[in-house]
């Protein structure tokens, strides 16, 4: 969300904010942040369930109707319950995900790497690296326009890396722009018939080794 708020076009619709403060506070600390454009999903910060519903109920009186919700299960559950009784509209459970956290150093293998090279997104590729985003995505509910639209500024921004072995892309990892020092590696996907051959463990190591050379620069 925040890579995207950053480097979003000045053409794209603009992002919706709203924060929780604390009300029993002299300071006001502010508890939690949401994130909304319509027509997509608001994305919650990590809040206090009490902050979440409160937002829920505010929102849920505004003139937006919201598709959905996606942020910690708990802030996400009340927020979408207060939502609820705010629009007299059911609010039922869609796609789940997880996100691995990698807070220290990585070592992602002393072995070799596999043969073959890596080599930025193609243009042309788009189509079938948005199939494979899909794939990796399975079972989350994840649309093909959305799908096709991260991987196309991916492809554009070149922070989508593939894996080639005789001319055939074999893999893919992608990842977001560095906000505050952090990035996120989505999509990272590998042809079934040769899994388990490192070849997803080489795009991470050099996309590890060229974001420590650029915090070192």
Known sequence: MLAGAKFRPPTAPPINWSRVEDPTSGSAPVVGVAAFTPPHLVVLSGMPEAAAAALGTELGAGPDR???????????????AAWSEATGRPAHAGRRERVL??????????????????RAALAEELELFTDWCLEAAHGAGLSRETA????????????LRVWEHEGDAVAILGRTASVAGVVRFNPMYVRPEIRR???????????LAELAVRETV
């Open 101 to 118: 956290s990698l807070s220290g150093p990585a070592v992602t293998s002393d072995r070799p790497a596999p043969a073959g090279q890596s």
């Open 66 to 80: 919201l598709p959905g919700v996606i942020g910690p299960d708990a802030a996400a559950a009340a927020f979408a």
């Open 148 to 159: 096709r639209r991260s991987v196309q500024q991916q492809i554009s921004s070149g922070l």
């Open 197 to 207: 051959g490192g070849y997803g463990r080489a795009l991470l190591g050099e996309m």
